[in-house]
C-alpha cells in the first residue's frame, strides 16, 4: 500500500523506480470518477505547492511540486507545464529533477524570473546528512526557449542565517531598480516565524543577506511559508502562509491558513510595509495553500493557489493522484481589501447556458439576492450527497456547508465555512468542477474554495430564493 511506503522508498531516486509503476498508477486513475476537467491536476502522483509561475519565450509557465509515484510527500520535483491564455495548460512532465549534491532529497519549492533569452529558477534544495538531519539550500537553474534546464551546480545561498533554524524555504525571487532580491520563509531558533529578505546584483549571485521584511508587529506564529510579495494597483501586498498563527492574531479554521497583509506603499530601502493593514486570511475556505502571485508583464496581479493542505489526507489518494490547482486569478485592492477573480479568459470554457436543473460536472453557476432576504443553492448528486451555499444578505453572511457532500475530507477542522460580506444584495459565481469548488462573492470581495468527493456522478442544482444562471463548461483534462 501506498500509504505504508517507508520513507526510504519515497526518497529512492527516480532512476530506481520502474515505468511500469507509473503504467499501474495511470491504469487506477484512469478508472477515477473524481478527476477533473478543467482544473490543473498531476497526472499522477501528487500534486502540492506551485512553482515558477512566470511569462517567458511568449507563454505562460508554471511548474508544480510533484512525486509522480504515488500521492505522498516523496522525491519532489518540478513538473512544467505551458500556456498561451492561462487556461489550457500543457503538461511537458518533470523537468526540474533532484537528486545532485545541492539537491539529494528533492526540489522544493521556489519561483522563476525571465533574465534576457532564458528563465532563471530559484528554489529550495532539500539535502538531508546521514543522520536525516536537513540542509536547505537556495538553488538555481536556468531553461532556455527549448524548455531545456541546466541546473547551477553550487547553491546560491548555503544555510540559513544565523540564529535561524533549517526551516529555510520557498525563495521568491524579485528585481527593483537593478538589484535581484529574493524573499525566503524562515523559522528562528525561538520557534517564531520570518521572512528573510536577500539581494544580489546579478541573479547567480553572490547574494547577501539585508534584512527581515518588515510587515506587522504580531506574531506570525512558528513558521512563514510561501511568501510572495506582489504589487497590486501600486500597492504592496505579501501573500504568505504562517504556521501557527493564533487565533487572536487571524482566525482561521484550517490546519494552515494562506494570508494576506496590504501596505499603503513600500519602502524598498528598508524593505517595510508603510502603514500595513491587519493580516486577513486569503480565502475563506477548506483547502486553498502556497499560493504564488505574478506581476504580469501586461501588467495584472495574478495569483495560483494549490488546492490542498499538508498534512491532510484526501478520497483521492487510494487512487493513486491528489491535489488540484485554482483557476488562474486576478487582483484588485478596494480600501484594503483584495479583490480576486478568475482572469477573464476562463470565459473561454463557457459552451452553452444550462436550463435544466441537472448540470454537468463542469458547470459555472451565477447566483443573485435581493437585500433583506435569505436564502440557499444546493449542488446534489444522484447518490443523495448535497453542498450547500446559504446566504443571508439581511446581515451579510455566506455559509457553505460541505457536511454531506461525500466522502469526508479533515473533519477535525469543521465541515461548514462563514465569511461576512457587506450587506445588500449579493451576487456570486461557482465554478464547480466534479469534484472542486471556488465560490466567488460580490466580485471576488470574498472566496471560498474546497474539495468535496461525492460517489454520485450525476449533479442537480436546486435554489430557494435566489436567481440562478447556469452554463456548461469546456472539459479540457
Given at each position: 500500500?501506498?500509504?505504508?511506503?517507508?520513507?526510504?522508498?519515497?526518497?529512492?531516486?527516480?532512476?530506481?523506480?520502474?515505468?511500469?509503476?507509473?503504467?499501474?498508477?495511470?491504469?487506477?486513475?484512469?478508472?477515477?470518477?473524481?478527476?477533473?476537467?478543467?482544473?490543473?491536476?498531476?497526472?499522477?502522483?501528487?500534486?502540492?505547492?506551485?512553482?515558477?509561475?512566470?511569462?517567458?519565450?511568449?507563454?505562460?509557465?508554471?511548474?508544480?511540486?510533484?512525486?509522480?509515484?504515488?500521492?505522498?510527500?516523496?522525491?519532489?520535483?518540478?513538473?512544467?507545464?505551458?500556456?498561451?491564455?492561462?487556461?489550457?495548460?500543457?503538461?511537458?512532465?518533470?523537468?526540474?529533477?533532484?537528486?545532485?549534491?545541492?539537491?539529494?532529497?528533492?526540489?522544493?519549492?521556489?519561483?522563476?524570473?525571465?533574465?534576457?533569452?532564458?528563465?532563471?529558477?530559484?528554489?529550495?534544495?532539500?539535502?538531508?546528512?546521514?543522520?536525516?538531519?536537513?540542509?536547505?539550500?537556495?538553488?538555481?537553474?536556468?531553461?532556455?526557449?527549448?524548455?531545456?534546464?541546466?541546473?547551477?551546480?553550487?547553491?546560491?545561498?548555503?544555510?540559513?542565517?544565523?540564529?535561524?533554524?533549517?526551516?529555510?524555504?520557498?525563495?521568491?525571487?524579485?528585481?527593483?531598480?537593478?538589484?535581484?532580491?529574493?524573499?525566503?520563509?524562515?523559522?528562528?531558533?525561538?520557534?517564531?516565524?520570518?521572512?528573510?529578505?536577500?539581494?544580489?546584483?546579478?541573479?547567480?549571485?553572490?547574494?547577501?543577506?539585508?534584512?527581515?521584511?518588515?510587515?506587522?508587529?504580531?506574531?506570525?506564529?512558528?513558521?512563514?511559508?510561501?511568501?510572495?510579495?506582489?504589487?497590486?494597483?501600486?500597492?504592496?501586498?505579501?501573500?504568505?502562509?504562517?504556521?501557527?498563527?493564533?487565533?487572536?492574531?487571524?482566525?482561521?479554521?484550517?490546519?494552515?491558513?494562506?494570508?494576506?497583509?496590504?501596505?499603503?506603499?513600500?519602502?524598498?530601502?528598508?524593505?517595510?510595509?508603510?502603514?500595513?493593514?491587519?493580516?486577513?486570511?486569503?480565502?475563506?475556505?477548506?483547502?486553498?495553500?502556497?499560493?504564488?502571485?505574478?506581476?504580469?508583464?501586461?501588467?495584472?496581479?495574478?495569483?495560483?493557489?494549490?488546492?490542498?493542505?499538508?498534512?491532510?489526507?484526501?478520497?483521492?489518494?487510494?487512487?493513486?493522484?491528489?491535489?488540484?490547482?485554482?483557476?488562474?486569478?486576478?487582483?484588485?485592492?478596494?480600501?484594503n481589501q483584495l479583490y480576486q477573480l478568475p482572469v477573464v479568459e476562463n470565459d473561454k470554457l463557457i459552451k452553452i447556458e444550462i436550463n435544466t436543473s441537472e448540470i454537468t460536472p463542469q458547470a459555472k453557476i451565477t447566483m443573485h439576492m435581493e437585500a433583506n432576504q435569505g436564502g440557499q443553492v444546493s449542488v446534489k448528486?444522484?447518490?443523495?450527497?448535497?453542498?450547500?451555499?446559504?446566504?443571508?444578505?439581511?446581515?451579510?453572511?455566506?455559509?457553505?456547508?460541505?457536511?454531506?457532500?461525500?466522502?469526508?475530507?479533515?473533519?477535525?477542522?469543521?465541515?461548514?465555512?462563514?465569511?461576512?460580506?457587506?450587506?445588500?444584495?449579493?451576487?456570486?459565481?461557482?465554478?464547480?468542477?466534479?469534484?472542486?469548488?471556488?465560490?466567488?462573492?460580490?466580485?471576488?470581495?470574498?472566496?471560498?474554495?474546497?474539495?468535496?468527493?461525492?460517489?454520485?456522478?450525476?449533479?442537480?442544482?436546486?435554489?430557494?430564493?435566489?436567481?440562478?444562471?447556469?452554463?456548461?463548461?469546456?472539459?479540457?483534462?
Amino acid at each position: 500500500m501506498i500509504t505504508e511506503w517507508t520513507t526510504k522508498l519515497r526518497y529512492l531516486p527516480y532512476e530506481d523506480w520502474s515505468n511500469q509503476q507509473i503504467i499501474d498508477i495511470k491504469q487506477k486513475i484512469a478508472t477515477s470518477h473524481w478527476r477533473l476537467g478543467y482544473h490543473i491536476q498531476p497526472s499522477t502522483g501528487l500534486l502540492n505547492d506551485p512553482n515558477g509561475f512566470s511569462y517567458f519565450n511568449g507563454q505562460w509557465h508554471l511548474f508544480y511540486q510533484s512525486f509522480p509515484y504515488g500521492p505522498v510527500h516523496g522525491l519532489k520535483n518540478w513538473t512544467h507545464l505551458t500556456s498561451d491564455d492561462l487556461v489550457h495548460w500543457q503538461d511537458h512532465g518533470p523537468l526540474l529533477l533532484p537528486g545532485d549534491e545541492q539537491d539529494s532529497h528533492g526540489a522544493y519549492s521556489g519561483s522563476a524570473i525571465s533574465v534576457e533569452d532564458q528563465l532563471f529558477l530559484m528554489y529550495t534544495g532539500n539535502v538531508r546528512d546521514e543522520n536525516w538531519v536537513r540542509h536547505p539550500k537556495q538553488d538555481g537553474a536556468w531553461m532556455n526557449a527549448k524548455n531545456e534546464l541546466t541546473k547551477i551546480s553550487t547553491p546560491l545561498i548555503e544555510e540559513p542565517k544565523n540564529g535561524f533554524t533549517d526551516h529555510f524555504r520557498d525563495p521568491q525571487i524579485l528585481k527593483h531598480d537593478g538589484t535581484y532580491y529574493c524573499l525566503i520563509g524562515a523559522r528562528k531558533k525561538d520557534d517564531t516565524g520570518h521572512v528573510l529578505v536577500y539581494q544580489a546584483n546579478a541573479v547567480t549571485g553572490p547574494w547577501q543577506y539585508k534584512t527581515e521584511l518588515k510587515f506587522t508587529d504580531q506574531p506570525m506564529g512558528y513558521m512563514i511559508e510561501c511568501p510572495n510579495l506582489v504589487f497590486v494597483d501600486g500597492q504592496p501586498v505579501l501573500i504568505f502562509c504562517p504556521q501557527g498563527i493564533a487565533q487572536s492574531v487571524l482566525k482561521h479554521q484550517n490546519i494552515y491558513p494562506n494570508a494576506y497583509v496590504v501596505g499603503k506603499d513600500f519602502d524598498w530601502d528598508n524593505f517595510q510595509f508603510i502603514d500595513p493593514s491587519e493580516i486577513k486570511n486569503l480565502d475563506d475556505g477548506f483547502d486553498v495553500y502556497a499560493t504564488e502571485a505574478l506581476n504580469a508583464p501586461d501588467g495584472r496581479a495574478l495569483t495560483v493557489s494549490w488546492i490542498g493542505l499538508p498534512d491532510t489526507e484526501y478520497p483521492s489518494d487510494i487512487e493513486g493522484w491528489a491535489n488540484c490547482y485554482s483557476l488562474v486569478k486576478e487582483l484588485h485592492l478596494e480600501d484594503n481589501q483584495l479583490y480576486q477573480l478568475p482572469v477573464v479568459e476562463n470565459d473561454k470554457l463557457i459552451k452553452i447556458e444550462i436550463n435544466t436543473s441537472e448540470i454537468t460536472p463542469q458547470a459555472k453557476i451565477t447566483m443573485h439576492m435581493e437585500a433583506n432576504q435569505g436564502g440557499q443553492v444546493s449542488v446534489k448528486t444522484d447518490c443523495g450527497e448535497e453542498l450547500q451555499i446559504q446566504l443571508d444578505t439581511t446581515n451579510g453572511k455566506i455559509l457553505v456547508d460541505r457536511t454531506n457532500a461525500g466522502v469526508a475530507v479533515a473533519v477535525d477542522h469543521g465541515t461548514k465555512r462563514e465569511t461576512n460580506v457587506t450587506e445588500g444584495p449579493i451576487t456570486a459565481e461557482l465554478y464547480f468542477d466534479n469534484t472542486v469548488f471556488e465560490l466567488y462573492i460580490n466580485g471576488g470581495q470574498k472566496v471560498i474554495t474546497g474539495r468535496v468527493f461525492p460517489q454520485g456522478r450525476q449533479f442537480f442544482v436546486k435554489s430557494q430564493n435566489v436567481q440562478l444562471q447556469k452554463f456548461q463548461l469546456e472539459k479540457i483534462y
